[in-house]
């Protein structure tokens, strides 16, 4: 079975712009979550959604969105970009939520300039 | 609120040599605990967890690992490393077992060097 997949691979944009991410889930899991890793650090919460609702908010400005659409894949939107939000975005899926054990794609490395 | 410390930043061993990484928590429950590993410019792949029951785990890759409730520890361990098992290695605890949906939290990771 196909894991996780994440796309673009990397992308690169200027402060103030807006960048939309795109996850799709192994097949037969229901919930996404999603994660920013900075380099040198481990991945951070940032939301988690199950059967199209957000079930769970970590620490970050309203910049950040998500949404998750009927076929389980899901958009990550971070609107006004900082320098600070470069880093690697991780999806990760699970059968359930909150009990299931996540699967991580490999990624969208954002740089911001 | 949940925190993972895991304390070493880089550990170098030899190839051959046995492994372990430590990783302590902070929870308010029971956790359920993770081990993650990520080779550069890759996701994280699970490499054992641990929800209850038996407290030392068997993982894939030859790894394993102790929940000690006592020491709020859950060190990984391996006998005999390979030069394929240098990577980043994350401990993560989530607050599966006490509902809610605030994802896992994550140590800061420990650099693996593996000298020939």
């Known amino acids: 079975d196909a894991g996780v997949t994440q796309s673009p691979t990397h992308l690169i944009k200027t402060r103030g712009q807006q960048v939309t991410l795109r996850c799709s889930p192994i097949s037969g899991h229901k919930s996404v979550s999603w994660y920013q890793q900075v380099l040198g650090q481990g991945p951070q919460f940032i939301f988690q959604?199950?059967?199209?609702?957000?079930?769970g908010r970590g620490n970050f400005p309203d910049r950040f969105s998500a949404r998750q659409f009927p076929n389980y894949s899901s958009e990550l939107n971070v609107n006004a970009l900082l320098l600070g939000d470069s880093a690697l975005y991780l999806c990760?899926?699970?059968?359930?939520?909150?009990?299931?054990?996540?699967?991580f794609g490999p990624g969208t490395r954002l740089t911001v300039t | 609120a949940q925190s993972v410390t895991q304390p070493d930043i880089h550990i170098t061993v030899s190839e051959g040599a046995s492994l372990e990484l430590r990783c302590n928590y902070s929870y308010g429950a029971t956790p359920y605990l993770f081990w993650y590993v990520q080779s550069p410019g890759q996701g994280l792949q699970l490499l054992l967890k641990?929800?209850?029951?038996?407290?030392l785990v068997q993982g894939i890759k030859g790894f394993e690992a102790e929940f000690k409730r006592s020491q709020s520890s859950f060190n990984l361990r391996k006998p005999s490393v390979h030069w394929s098992d240098a990577a980043e290695y994350f401990c993560a605890v989530g607050p599966y077992s006490g509902g809610g949906a605030d994802g896992l939290t994550f140590g800061k990771g420990t650099h693996l060097i593996i000298q020939p």
């Open positions: 959604y199950y059967e199209k609702e957000e079930r």
């Open positions: 641990y929800f209850s029951g038996d407290t």
């Open positions: 990760a899926s699970s059968l359930e939520a909150p009990s299931g054990v996540p699967h």
